[in-house]
């Protein structure tokens, strides 16, 4: 159950070599020491990715705290766990948008993804856990990460780094050395420190150089005339002007306590496609997380697999219904249980509450909502980034062998058509493009190829990366088949 923790030793630090067990709970103040930190851990994310999105960041914290208590409430306590907002979607996200969706479409298609999520889950609980990795083997799921994230360099390119190109350097920079110079706790808030050096770096240049001359996206929109107009396309764009890169007027009026703004969601099949991508980054977060905290504590999670799957489902699916981002298992958050060997799901609880607050709080969600659109660009340069390794990382973990053509052809496919943002038009009203096409065009030419070559794994005509075909292929030494299937 997730209350009745039972009191670890005398309550105190636990002494080395032992750890504080899901079902276990230091003094109370201790726990909400622990809990403090892991709102730290999550913080940055949590409220980066939305701004990103163009949802709202209070809303989205404080339906991250209220996700997180449903997880913890469907998995029995069993696993220790926060879900933060997911950086999976952006990239869906990002094109719904470019499609001229607004955040009513964009949290309708990510409802529906939530759902599928959970039947997903629902599946996994009564089928096994080896289902999931016979429907979307390491290849598959490690491609779907990769252009998730590298489908997002147009974004930067062209929305968020043209705003204040210098400040954008700046802050990418500052970002890279917190990085690899930091060490420990403030390696892993090595973004959010970076955020907040942007911040104060264009405030400072506000006050010192002036305004900066650039283009807003969706405002002052002209026609070729130089008339306003209001809706932006190829007759009505946005012009650059100049504009302080921080502006606090939308601080100063918000209260500092009270409500997020709710809205309602709106289903569209074209962006629904496109969120439905994405499950497959949860489905592989979720499942390495549970395995994470199974290998820290020593405990069999198998049969709660497919539980957390789906309560990730549910809490993503509540989130958006009432215009939150979706959630996902935080790896930041595995870091601080790591570190300090306590995996007391009653610390969760407190980080859930705390988030709740915060999220009740519209003077703090004004003031992420500031954000410039130069410091942003710094930032997602990394993130966009380290999303798409994400993917190469699945495939070194997991050996994939790219010297077989049922690897690399539908991969190679499948990314160039996500990054290339390549659309193919199955009616005018039904179009599948960047990534719900690429990762179709993964998944089914994975499983496809895979279930027509011979029996004996032999054919195909392609000559991969360090392989030569002199009588017949020799592949590269230490090459591997894992996730061939």
Request: aromatic residues 8%; contains cysteine.
């Amino acid at each position: 159950m997730m209350i009745g923790w039972r009191l670890h030793g005398d309550g105190r630090t636990p002494p080395p070599g032992e750890v504080v067990g899901p079902d276990e709970r230091l003094s109370w103040p201790r726990t909400a020491g622990i809990g403090a930190q892991h709102v730290v851990a999550m913080f940055g994310a949590t409220f980066v990715f939305p701004v990103v999105m163009g949802l709202d960041p209070n809303l989205a914290i404080m339906m991250s705290g209220v996700a997180t208590l449903l997880f913890l409430l469907i998995v029995g306590g069993r696993v220790p766990s926060y879900l933060g907002t997911s950086a999976s979607f952006v990239g869906a996200v990002a094109a719904i948008r470019a499609a001229g969706g607004d955040s009513a479409t964009v949290t309708g298609a990510i409802l529906v993804a939530g759902a599928v999520l959970a039947l997903v889950g629902v599946l996994i609980h009564f089928a096994g856990g080896e289902v999931v990795h016979r429907v979307f083997p390491p290849v598959v799921t490690g491609a779907v990460v990769m252009l998730i994230g590298f489908n997002l360099a147009p974004v930067v390119a062209n929305v968020y780094w043209p705003q204040d190109q210098w400040v954008a350097l700046a802050t990418l920079g500052f970002a890279v050395f917190c990085t690899v110079l930091l060490r420990g706790f403030w390696a892993r808030i090595a973004v959010l420190l970076a955020l907040v050096f942007g911040y104060l770096l264009s405030w400072l240049l506000d006050n010192t150089a002036g305004k900066v001359t650039s283009v807003l996206p969706g405002q002052n929109l002209l026609d070729a005339s130089g008339k306003a107009c209001h809706a932006e396309g190829p007759y009505c764009v946005a012009t650059a002007f100049p504009h302080d890169r921080v502006s606090v007027a939308g601080v100063k009026a918000a209260d500092w306590f009270g409500f997020p703004g709710l809205h309602a969601p709106d289903f569209k099949t074209s962006a629904i496609l496109l969120a439905l991508p994405p499950v497959i980054a949860l489905i592989a977060e979720n499942t390495g997380h549970v395995k994470a905290v199974a290998a820290m504590t020593g405990a069999d999670l198998d049969p709660v697999l497919g539980r957390a799957v789906a309560a990730d489902g549910v809490g993503t699916a509540l989130a958006a219904a009432v215009g939150g981002s979706p959630t996902t298992t935080y790896a930041e958050n595995i870091g601080v249980m790591a570190a300090t060997r306590i995996y007391s799901t009653a610390a969760y609880l407190v980080a859930a509450g705390v988030a709740i607050l915060f999220g009740l709080c519209p003077k703090f969600g004004a003031l992420v909502a500031a954000t410039p659109g130069g410091v942003l660009g710094g930032i997602t340069v990394v993130l966009y980034g380290m999303i798409g390794l994400l993917g190469a990382k699945i495939w070194i973990e997991n050996r994939v062998d790219f010297a077989d053509p049922v690897n690399l052809v539908p991969v190679a496919a499948g990314i160039v058509l996500a990054i290339g943002d390549v659309t193919l038009k199955i009616t005018d009203d039904f179009p599948l493009q960047g990534i719900a096409l690429g990762t179709i065009a993964v998944l089914l030419g994975y499983h496809v190829l895979n279930a027509v070559r011979g029996p004996d794994g032999s054919g195909g005509g392609v000559i991969a990366p360090g392989e030569r075909e002199i009588g017949g292929p020799v592949r590269p030494s230490g090459a591997s088949g894992a996730g061939a299937g």
